[in-house]
């Protein structure tokens, strides 16, 4: 049975606690050893680095997803100054073309920014 106490600080999570947690997390503890090979220290501080890298994962998909929005939002702004420029549109006027093109064509708002910008640069 080992030590009661462990049940109580290291509880076994359900099976709906485990689909909720990150891929990455759960990888994390599908791979730890059980806490009485580990001993109490280890075990925790296995957690502890489990729990860390898992936010360093997660931290770097939010900035990899914010650098995409970042770039997203830039090419839309040059194809909302070629619409401007071509066509004496406003600024929001220029962005409501691309967005009533993009739902017309299907096609995401940021593609039909860059195919935009690729005629224009190719003239």
Same mark, same amino acid.
């Given at each position: &049975?080992? %030590?009661?106490?462990?049940?109580? /600080?290291?509880?076994?999570?359900?099976?709906?606690?485990? %689909? /909720?947690?990150?891929?990455?997390?759960?990888?994390?503890?599908?791979?730890?050893?059980?806490?009485?090979?580990?001993?109490?220290?280890?075990?925790?501080? @296995?957690?502890?680095?489990?729990?860390?890298?898992?936010?360093? !994962?997660?931290?770097?998909?939010?900035?990899?997803?914010?650098? @995409?929005?970042?770039?997203?939002?830039?090419?839309?702004?040059?194809?909302?100054?070629?619409? &401007?420029?071509?066509?004496? !549109?406003?600024?929001?006027?220029?962005?409501?073309? !691309?967005?009533?093109?993009?739902?017309?064509? #299907?096609?995401?708002? #940021?593609?039909?920014?860059?195919?935009?910008? /690729?005629?224009?640069?190719?003239?």
């Amino acid at each position: &049975m080992g %030590d009661p106490g462990l049940r109580d /600080r290291h509880p076994v999570p359900g099976v709906g606690a485990a %689909d /909720r947690r990150p891929a990455h997390a759960q990888g994390a503890h599908v791979l730890l050893a059980p806490p009485q090979r580990l001993g109490r220290a280890g075990y925790d501080l @296995a957690v502890l680095f489990a729990t860390h890298a898992a936010q360093a !994962l997660d931290a770097a998909q939010v900035i990899a997803g914010l650098r @995409a929005a970042l770039g997203s939002r830039h090419q839309i702004g040059v194809a909302q100054g070629i619409l &401007m420029q071509r066509h004496g !549109l406003t600024i929001e006027q220029a962005f409501a073309v !691309l967005q009533r093109f993009s739902h017309e064509s #299907n096609t995401k708002l #940021n593609d039909v920014a860059a195919e935009i910008a /690729r005629e224009h640069h190719e003239g």
